[in-house]
T-cell receptor
Framework: GIQVEQSPPDLILQEGANSTLRCNFS?????LQWFHQNPWGQLINLFY???GTKQNGRLSATTVATERYSLLYISSSQTTDSGVYFC???????????FGAGTTVTVRA | DSGVTQTPKHLITATGQRVTLRCSPR?????VYWYQQSLDQGLQFLIQ???????AKGNILERFSAQQFPDLHSELNLSSLELGDSALYFC????????????FGPGTRLTVT
């Protein structure tokens, strides 16, 4: 079955709007990372957050490990926030990252 | 800049050919991972090396092979290329593995014609 599920699959925002992206995972995890893939294909590390809450500028993330989900918040979105956001996890005794299908975010000016 | 370097950035080749993709990990990282991103399969793990030895294998085809050298750089060899091998190939590195944060290189975009 699906191990990492992201929602929504697509999100269209007006510049300045706030949004929340969700990642559900099927088991306890040793590692959870959020990435932004920009239009040039680069995967940018946003957060390493197997549990707890972190903030970096307009972005913040929360992982509730006991309930097996993570949220990525984008505030005051800008056109440069457009791209695909991936959640990826590493399950116990596993070395690889398993990626969700991503959320495609389009921010319109 | 993640500190992980990959060469080349783009590669165009014909079916049946063989190519080599190269990756240098971040300074101090011992683990190297290879991932493939294709339109139909998403981002998938191929293989991991730790300090020169293979540690984990994912959905890597038998036509593909990899190695990690004593200076910790890694190469991914793709042979008998097929149209379906066209994809973005990422290398990532981490200090050790598993629970450590992974940092991704810029990727190599392979087009097989």
């Amino acid at each position: 079955g699906i191990q990492v599920e992201q929602s929504p699959p697509d999100l269209i925002l007006q510049e300045g709007a706030n949004s929340t992206l969700r990642c559900n995972f099927s088991d306890s995890v040793n590692n959870l990372q959020w990435f932004h893939q920009n239009p040039w294909g680069q995967l940018i590390n946003l957060f390493y957050i197997p549990s707890g809450t972190k903030q970096n500028g307009r972005l913040s993330a929360t992982t509730v490990a006991t309930e097996r989900y993570s949220l990525l918040y984008i505030s005051s979105s800008q056109t440069t926030d457009s791209g695909v956001y991936f959640c990826a996890v590493a399950f116990p005794n596993d070395y690889k990252l398993s990626f969700g299908a991503g959320t495609t975010v389009t921010v319109r000016a | 800049d993640s500190g992980v370097t990959q060469t080349p950035k783009h590669l165009i080749t014909a079916t049946g050919q063989r190519v080599t993709l190269r990756c240098s990990p971040r300074s101090g990282d011992l683990s190297v991972y290879w991932y493939q991103q294709s339109l139909d399969q998403g981002l998938q793990f191929l293989i991991q090396y730790y300090n020169g030895e293979e540690r984990a294998k994912g959905n890597i085809l038998e036509r593909f092979s990899a190695q990690q050298f004593p200076d910790l750089h890694s190469e991914l060899n793709l042979s008998s290329l097929e149209l379906g091998d066209s994809a973005l190939y990422f290398c990532a590195s981490s200090f050790r593995g598993g629970s450590d944060e992974q940092y991704f290189g810029p990727g190599t975009r392979l087009t097989v014609t």
